[in-house]
């Protein structure tokens, strides 16, 4: 089974970006869909945003035009660019893989945004 381990995570401050990298231990085209998710402090988890195999990319409202979804397919990897970061997009950030066989979750990246 393909593996994802998230990292890119820190500390920021409002206003600041990050990159959170998805690393996937075999091709990420073993996923029909690749998605971020997030979940903050006392909040349920919260899907951000997705990429599917044929490249189409979807975002939750609250961070279109800041956050991008992309994929480095000789690396295995999908991206979350994180922009003009505010405080309420703390969470632990998770990446989720899905195809017929399932879904494959990875362990996490802390994002904290000081205001």
């Known amino acids: 089974q393909v593996r994802l381990v998230e990292s890119g995570g820190g500390l920021v401050q409002a206003g600041g970006s990050l990159r959170l990298s998805c690393a996937a231990s075999g091709s990420i085209f073993s996923f029909t869909i690749m998605r971020w998710y997030r979940q903050g402090p006392g909040k349920q988890r919260e899907w951000v945003a997705s990429?599917?195999?044929?490249?189409?990319?979807n975002y939750v409202d609250s961070v279109k035009g800041r956050f991008t979804i992309s994929r480095d397919s000789t690396e295995n990897t999908v991206y979350l660019q994180m922009n003009s970061l505010k405080p309420e997009d703390t969470a632990v950030y998770h990446c989720?893989?899905?195809?017929?066989?399932?879904?494959?979750w990875g362990q996490g990246t802390q994002v904290t945004v000081s205001s």
């Open positions: 989720n893989g899905a195809s017929s066989r399932g879904a494959v």
């Open positions: 990429i599917s195999s044929g490249g189409s990319t």
